[in-house]
């Protein structure tokens, strides 16, 4: 069973940063890719970062390129998203998870383990 528990979501003013956090319980974490999306209200959930199981390959959207950075820790078994520049359209719900093979790609099918969730609010 995996487990993915996202933390670091909270207020910040536009211009700021934060740092989002997705720790995976289970086996295997390191063999596997891993991704960042989001969910505006009355919106698509839309993908934001993907990494490959070594941390060698990332791919961004482009909404988000220059602003934000994934990364992994595979002894932690953790990945991250640090998130400089916010604006106000970054607002989201942001979703851990984790990919069917060793890449971050861009589809939501593409992945089979996700997180709950954590809010990011950026005001203007």
């Known amino acids: 069973q995996v487990q993915l528990v996202e933390s670091g979501g909270g207020l910040v003013q536009a211009g700021g940063s934060l740092r989002l956090s997705c720790a995976a319980s289970?086996?295997?974490?390191?063999?596997?890719?891993m991704g960042w999306f989001r969910q505006a209200p009355g919106k698509e959930r839309e993908f934001v970062a993907g990494?490959?199981?070594?941390?060698?390959?990332?791919d961004y959207a482009d909404s988000v390129k220059g602003r934000f950075t994934i990364s992994r820790d595979n002894a932690k078994k953790t990945v991250y998203l640090q998130m400089n520049s916010l604006k106000p359209e970054d607002t989201a719900v942001y979703y851990c998870a984790r990919g069917r093979s060793r890449w971050g790609r861009k589809g939501e099918y593409e992945y089979d383990y996700w997180g709950q969730g954590t809010q990011v609010t950026v005001s203007s």
């Open positions: 289970g086996r295997s974490f390191s063999t596997y890719g």
């Open positions: 990494i490959s199981w070594s941390g060698g390959t990332t």
